[in-house]
Every structure is written in C-alpha cells, then in structure tokens.
C-alpha cells in the first residue's frame, strides 16, 4: 500500500507563492506517476499537474502550467507543487494522488489527506 501525506498548505496573500510537499511511504514512489488535485468549497475536484513516474513528463490542467510548476524527487520520495503568483481562486483543498500513469483525475488509486491553502489579504 502507498502511503501519501501533503505539507505546505497555509494562508498567503494573492501574489504570493507556497510549495507543496507530497511525501510518500509504504512502496517505492518511481512504479507511480503523482499528481496534485484540489477542491475548492463548493465545486468538484480539478486536476492541477501530474508528473510520471520518471519525472519526463509533465502534465497541467487548464491554465495551470503558467503559475504552477510539479517536480519530484524518487531517491527521497517526495512530490512537489511550486505555487507562485496566487490567486483567491486557488484556495482549496490540495491532494498528492498516485497512480501507474498519468491517466486523468478518475484515475488515482491513492490519494492523501490533503493539505489547505488559503489565498486571501
């Protein structure tokens, strides 16, 4: 079993940035692609970046790849989410998701607790 766990939420104000740690345990992280999905009060969860297993490729949902930026490091099993530039939109709820590829947001098999972001002055 993977285990997940997100750090690095926290309250900034629009225009700052905030990095995201995604730590994985339980079973080697490079058999997996990562991804970063969140959830904003009162609408669906929406994919923000996944990155393979290799760290090769990168994907971003819509709009994401100019302010967003995914990396990961496989020796120490960490995922990362650079946030720069925020934006009131972007508080959310962010959550680390695991799967064999990069398949889209109904294709996670493990998931975290998630990590809250607060963008506000």
């Known amino acids: 079993q993977l285990q997940l766990a997100e750090s690095g939420g926290g309250l900034v104000q629009p225009g700052g940035s905030l990095r995201l740690s995604c730590a994985a345990s339980g079973l080697p992280l490079d058999r997996y692609a990562v991804g970063w999905v969140r959830q904003a009060p009162g609408k669906e969860r929406e994919e923000v970046s996944c990155?393979?297993?290799?760290?090769?490729?990168?994907h971003y949902g819509d709009g994401m790849s100019e302010r967003f930026r995914i990396s990961r490091d496989n020796v120490k099993k960490m995922v990362f989410l650079q946030m720069n530039n925020l934006k009131t939109e972007d508080t959310a709820i962010y959550y680390c998701?695991?799967?064999?590829?990069?398949?889209?947001?109904?294709?996670?098999?493990?998931w975290g607790q998630g990590t809250q972001v607060t963008v506000s002055s």
């Open positions: 990155i393979v297993d290799s760290g090769s490729i990168t």
């Open positions: 998701a695991a799967s064999d590829s990069c398949f889209g947001l109904n294709g996670y098999e493990y």
